[in-house]
């Protein structure tokens, strides 16, 4: 019953729905996909026994006919969210065998709706990363492999385990988070689709903070209608988080498959960036056609403070980061290295907890907050942030969303980039804007590469208005009708 | 023009000390400022601690507004701007009873700004101390260091629970000034309930900064805000006592004369008083004072308040001291000073104010803040516990009033009150105290003694003042009970004075 695990999940509730199997097949097809993709290390944590039991339990609801509308979908979970007494870990020494006594908002939606969980995936350590490198449990492999060629690959960051599990069909789609890129790009180089909604729209309740302002959860799904089905489950307000918003959930599944026809599409002159490969150029040409030909109108807009998002989010970010992570200091839970004195213990657990990346970023933000340096790095990118959220107002004057590349590359090779961390930022040339912004972004797969490698196009829509760009993925999706899968090598 | 009584006397001149405080008050209330944890007193270590309280990860905070409208209440109680839009920061700093690694804390937009608060002397007088600002934050854990010789404990009951900072300008010029500033802001707060004003478990204490200059300097700092006229200031950490704050004050000004005096600097610094010393030591220095990398917790969104909200805690307000002072004056022709030991207290006036109805307010001023405030203090009371209500004080008062008994006859009546005899009345009948006005009955004994003593009756007739003789003799027969104005009148009479 392996071909259960190649479903979507819209056409495996479908199936559920319609008892052409049980949850417990469902689960049980996944979980041995799961065991047998472990080169791809995208799941660090499985958890069979309980996704085999919560699946009865699915079961038994749907007997009783009560089943809620993810009901005995099998799907995988980014190791930031906290799931009760089961491990988490953000992929991270410092957290060591850390079991929360709680349940995330957004995890514990899901499983309201009936979803059964598979275990725990793979990510950049505290989601610092754009290849899954820097987790603590080792990179993800990216299922996908150049054509004629067995290296391995990327599958992007920070959400690599959660784009992994999809494409390789090791779930049915997968919770992830995006502070400056981290559900698009993976997204992007895996030929899945990703959605970061409008900040604020999913709590960030139980989910392990990185940039308190710039992190919003997602999903990761085959397709856009999978991915719209997901969100909204995850979606609502949270009076535990006092930057949720209140403001009603619409039904996302039903704007896929609406006409786009009229809707003004801007394309930003300032993501035409020297050094794109010429692929990807022609690839968001070919994304423009796509739009053109569904009745969309094409805009040529200009996000003029565009070139200054990457320099301002690596401040803000490590910023928030340097504070966010001071709790990690082995008094309570997680790793501790006991010192001679209270500051050596502080420096033993947090050297030996924390990986180089995650270092880094404490280091740089601890220094732009630093007496002296804030005004001249903090501030000011807080006012660059305010420009470029203004920048984004004026495009939307004009145009109902964007249409962009995801990212400047297709996947690239593990080890790559891996010495150089400012290679590696600029992975998220074409994302940060939207989390310094708060907008909602999309990445649909669009097309492949020369190699065979999946290319995303992204979809960028005004806060709150994720539905349009359901409307406008599933006409890309459409378009593309990419239905290229990795070959299974694994 | 410079105080004289403000001056303290070095080897090269005279000085004089400005003093600016920070108080840090408890807000009463039963939850913490940004999780639902309890607060209280007494619980056992640890059992207070809700998941945002001690970090883990993934939690958030979410303002409590109640603790929001308490720092209202309190900025309007100080008479200080409420201020419509105000932001969290965090201060980030490491410390085993600061679970997050930073206090949350209102750095750049505090929720009340500029105020004033007008303070009484000892003699009743009074100055005014302006209030620079208050804001919220989180208070820390706790550390022990004394279960065991080689661990400290953390107990984070404490972490999480909302204080008020309140910051004054440097406004006081001495140790009593600083206390009495104290003492006039706990009062506001205890009337207002925003804060129990218990120093002693900690809900209130208060960081002093103190500084020297030489005469005219604090003039000229008042004239032009230019803090270069003052000296360098020290803060002195958590003092929890009105006691304690003087003494620091004292210490530290004559520290900073004498390091001035014998050509040295004073150094910015933060300083600890030690109560069982007398002394202050310093902690840390300005160069190693912690970089706090403040900025806004992007957890929390600015606090907006409705000007309506607002308007309906202002209108809810009760009386405060002050109010209450000037009423008591106008109202029961009280004096100042009497008025003012009234209102230290809501409770102590509202007796006063229960006792006092159809009463002489002045006698029943004295009652309750002399006798029965003594009392209580003696047996360790407050005046809400106290075993004597209003009535029973109006009681007495009425027989003094009355003419029944003498206020020396009603302090004996008061001690057998006090010891549970019954009211003033009964004690009266039945201790047959009440004051022999019957003029027959004295007249009779004036008489047996003129004719007994006619010597006396001769020298009081060239000396009149030696009337008191008789006066003493009257009372000693009567056992203290005969009426003294009856008495003098006819002694008056009998001797032939009139």
């Known amino acids: 019953m392996s071909n259960l695990t190649s479903l979507t999940l819209k056409a495996a509730l479908a199936g559920l729905a319609d008892k052409s199997f049980s949850s417990v097949e469902l689960t049980q097809a996944h979980v041995d996909a799961v065991a047998a993709a472990r080169p791809l290390n995208a799941y660090i944590l499985e958890a069979p026994e309980k996704a085999l039991d919560m699946a009865a339990a699915s079961d038994a609801r749907r007997a009783k006919g009560e089943a809620g509308a993810l009901d005995g979908a099998p799907l995988g979970i980014k190791d930031l969210f906290c799931t009760e007494g089961v491990r988490t870990t953000a992929c991270s020494n410092i957290l060591g065998n850390f079991i929360p006594t709680y349940e995330s908002t957004i995890t514990s939606q899901l499983w309201r709706d009936g979803a059964v969980m598979l275990g725990k995936l793979n990510l950049d350590e505290f989601a610092m990363g754009s290849s899954n490198e820097t987790s603590a449990f080792g990179p993800v492999v990216n299922p996908w492999r150049a054509e004629g060629s067995n290296a391995k690959l990327t599958p992007g960051g920070s959400s690599g385990g959660s784009a992994t599990a999809v494409a390789a069909d090791l779930c049915l789609g997968a919770t992830a988070t995006d502070t400056g890129g981290s559900i698009r790009q993976p997204a992007a180089f895996t030929g899945t689709v990703g959605i970061k909604p409008t900040y604020g729209r999913c709590s960030r309740w139980g989910v392990v903070a990185f940039a308190s302002s710039l992190d919003q959860a997602g999903p990761i799904a085959k397709t856009v209608e999978d991915a719209a089905i997901l969100l909204k489950s995850m979606s609502g307000h949270d009076a535990k988080d006092s930057t949720s918003l209140d403001i009603e959930v619409p039904d996302f599944p039903s704007f896929v498959g609406k006409s786009v026809k009229g809707l003004r599409i801007g394309i930003p002159k300032e993501y035409r960036v020297d050094g794109m490969p010429a692929e990807i150029e022609k690839l968001w040409e070919q994304g423009i056609a796509w739009l053109k030909d569904a009745g969309c109108e094409i805009v040529e807009v200009s996000l003029p403070h565009t070139k200054y998002a990457l320099p301002a989010y690596y401040i803000v970010a490590p910023a928030e980061a340097s504070s966010n992570l001071a709790r990690y200091d082995g008094m309570r839970y997680g790793l501790r290295v006991d010192g001679a004195n209270l500051t050596e213990t502080y420096e033993k657990t947090r050297a030996a907890g924390f990986g180089t990346e995650v270092k880094r970023r404490i280091m740089i933000g601890t220094y732009v907050l630093s007496a002296g340096y804030y005004d001249a790095y903090y501030v000011k990118a807080l006012k660059v942030r305010r420009r470029i959220a203004d920048d984004f107002d004026q495009a939307f004057q004009k145009v109902d969303a964007l249409l962009t590349p995801t990212a400047p590359s297709a996947a690239f090779a593990l080890g790559e980039n891996a010495d150089d961390p400012v290679a590696m930022y600029l992975n998220d040339i074409f994302t940060v804007t939207v989390n310094l912004a708060g907008l909602p972004g999309m990445s649909i797969p669009a097309g492949l590469d020369h190699k065979g490698l999946p290319l995303g196009l992204q979809l960028i829509g005004k806060a709150l208005d994720e539905g349009t760009l359901f409307s406008l993925g599933g006409a890309l999706e459409k378009a593309a009708d990419f239905r290229a899968k990795p070959t299974r090598w694994w | ?498």
């Open chain 2, 1 to 498: 023009m410079t105080d004289t009584s403000k001056l303290i006397v070095g080897r090269t001149g005279s000085w004089e000390m400005v003093l600016g405080l920070e108080i840090h008050a408890q807000v009463a209330s039963k939850a913490k400022l940004f999780s639902g944890a309890a607060v209280g007193f007494g619980a056992g270590p640890n059992e207070q601690v809700s998941l945002v309280d001690a970090a883990m990860p993934g939690m958030l905070p979410v303002i409590n507004r109640f603790c929001v409208e308490q720092a209202v209440k309190t900025g309007l109680g100080l008479k200080a701007q409420i201020n419509l839009r105000s932001s969290f920061d965090r201060k980030n700093y490491f410390y085993p009873d600061l679970p997050q690694g930073y206090q949350i804390s209102q750095f750049k937009d505090p929720v009340v700004g500029e105020g004033e608060v007008i303070v009484e002397h000892d003699d009743g007088s009074t100055f005014t101390v302006r209030i620079e600002r208050l804001h919220l934050e989180q208070d820390a854990g706790k550390s022990l260091h004394d279960q065991d010789p080689n661990a400290t404990y953390v107990d984070l009951n404490r972490a999480g629970t909302a204080l008020m900072e309140i910051v004054s300008k440097p406004d006081m010029r001495s140790s009593a000034e600083a206390a009495a500033y104290v003492k006039k802001v706990r009062t506001i707060l205890v009337y207002l309930g925003t804060c129990d004003g218990d120093m002693e478990k900690g809900n209130l204490r208060a960081d002093v900064n103190v500084s020297v200059c030489r005469p005219g300097a604090y003039e000229k700092f008042r004239e032009t805000g230019d803090f270069s006229h003052l000296g360098t200031r020290c803060e002195i950490k958590n003092v929890n006592s009105y006691r304690y704050i003087q003494q620091a004050i004292e210490y530290e000004a004559r520290r900073q004369i004498e390091i001035i005096e014998d050509g040295g600097k004073v150094v910015q610094e933060t300083r600890l008083f030690d109560p069982s010393k007398i002394e202050t030591r310093s902690m840390r220095s300005k160069e190693e004072a912690h970089d706090y990398r403040y900025f806004p917790d992007p957890d929390l969104l600015p606090l907006v308040l409705d000007p309506a909200w607002v308007k309906r805690i202002e209108d809810s307000l009760p009386e405060l001291p002050d109010a209450k002072k000037a009423r008591l004056q106008s109202q029961y022709g009280l004096s100042a000073y009497d008025a003012g030991v009234l209102i230290t207290e809501q409770a102590r006036a509202d007796f006063f104010e229960e006792a006092a109805k159809g009463r002489d307010a002045k006698l029943t001023s004295n009652w309750v803040t002399n006798e029965l405030a003594a009392r209580l203090t003696g047996s360790g009371q407050d005046i809400e516990d106290s075993p004597l209500k209003p009535a029973d004080i109006a009681e007495l008062v009425a027989l003094i009033e009355e003419g029944v008994i003498s206020s020396k006859i009603a302090k004996d009546v008061f001690d057998r009150m006090w010891a549970g005899e019954g009211g003033a009345r009964a004690i009266v009948e039945k201790q047959g105290l009440q004051q022999v006005s019957d003029t027959g009955a004295l007249e009779k004994i004036i008489e047996d003694l003129i004719a007994a003593n006619p010597g006396q009756a001769a020298a009081v007739v060239e000396k009149p003042q030696a009337v008191g003789w008789f006066v003493g003799q009257v009372m000693k027969a009567t056992g203290g009970k005969a009426n003294p104005g009856t008495v003098n009148q006819l002694l008056k009479a009998k001797l032939g004075l009139e």
